[in-house]
């Protein structure tokens, strides 16, 4: 696999020259600074591509390899009229990186939040931190901060009761630390949505169920996934995280189902998948190897991390790469025989780009702020360990 990191540009506290010494091939980037839904020009893309190349004269070359994301509108999740005024932008943008010579392009399809955590500095007995999700503390959210409409139909009785005893003993400064975190905002920005208006963006959704959801995603693959396969560009959706609905939205890329009819929806290979075992493999129903095995050829980009799912809740957390509730032996092994089957078929593309996904933060970077899930050394300590595998994989000839 290609190994690279993800950089959110100029501003991460991560540099290029921390990646570089990673030993990665490639940079994982975006143009955050831009509104979501307008045009990537040539100039803006040139430009990040300068910064990213500035000192490969000097030391190892690196290359801007995939493009983590490309947001699709709102319009577009909601299916509204003006919808086709922001596909064309889209493919407008996906001609634009082409002509800039790049060629695989991340984006996802979740309604209103990227992502979401309840807690950003789990500890974890070794000292570490990471990210973590707690189903009573989202309920707590939910229920008595955001007081969305109906919120007490997707809980549990005991959910509901629980929290609504923790809620009692908040302080204002903890209520506001979890409204913050809950609604922290894309990623490579650490500014959380208004609360006021939060309500209003769900209140958007109230007409649109799964069905249209799915219909509103297949539509978009529709129109430009066949561009994408004329100008050479991999497409590839990340699942949703978490893979299941929350705050009554609806989430249509959880499951090996839900890719299935997504790939099925646009035939072309374009039509792709970033295969993040972090995402899927919250849901103990999904077998990843299994997903690997029969979408190999749609998988563009690989996310590799593993959560552990807390007994008897609906809690998660990020683990340790090795040592979560993904078989990452068995994951890599896959992901490695797919690439000698694109090999041996004559692919340009048979090597997967891959990124160590969600590192803890340890050591040096405890007293740092970095994007949560995005310190440098978690990362530098989760790909030393995925590389490892990687190469025992190859010389034991496992594949």
Known sequence: MIHTMRWFGPNDPVSLMDIRQAGCAGVVSALHQIPVGDVWSVDAIKERNALIHAGNEQFTDLQWLVVESLPVHEHIKKGLPTRSLYVENYKQSLKNLA?????????????????????????????????????????????????????????????????????????????????????????????????????????????????????????????????????????????????????????????????????????????????????????????????????????????????????GTRNFHEAPHLYGDVDMYAVVKALLAEEQKRKAAGYQDSELPMRPDHGFQMLDDLHKKTYPGYSGIGRLKALAELRGLEVGIKRSAAI
């Not at 069905?211 to 066949?226: G, I, S, T």
């Not at 129903?285 to 749609?298: A, P, S, Y």
Request: glycine share 4%.
């Open 99 to 311: 002509a800039c010579g790049i060629k695989t392009v991340c984006y996802n399809f979740m309604p209103v939040l990227d992502w979401s955590r309840t807690q950003l500095d789990y500890a974890m007995p070794e000292g570490h931190k990471t990210l973590r999700f707690v189903w009573e503390d989202f309920a707590l959210f939910d229920l008595f901060i955001l007081k969305r409409p109906n919120a007490a139909a997707d809980y549990e009785p005991e959910i509901q009761q629980s929290a609504s005893l923790k809620f009692e003993q908040m302080s204002q400064d903890e209520i506001l630390h979890l409204t913050n975190t809950v609604l922290l905002g894309l990623p490579g920005s650490e500014e959380a949505f208004d609360l006021v208006n939060f309500q209003s963006l769900l209140d958007a959704y109230a007409d649109i169920d799964d069905k249209q959801l799915r219909q509103n995603l297949y539509y978009f693959v529709k129109e430009v996934a066949p561009i994408a396969q004329e100008l050479g560009i991999s497409l590839c959706i990340h699942p949703d995280d978490p893979p299941r609905s929350l705050l009554g939205l609806p989430r249509v890329v959880s499951t090996e189902a839900d890719l299935e009819e997504l790939m099925q929806a646009s035939n072309v290979r374009a039509n792709g998948i970033t295969f993040c075992t972090g995402s899927l493999g919250v849901r103990a129903d999904n077998d990843l190897v299994n997903i690997v095995e029969r979408f190999g050829d749609r998988i563009h980009f690989v996310h590799l991390r593993t959560t552990k799912r807390e007994d």
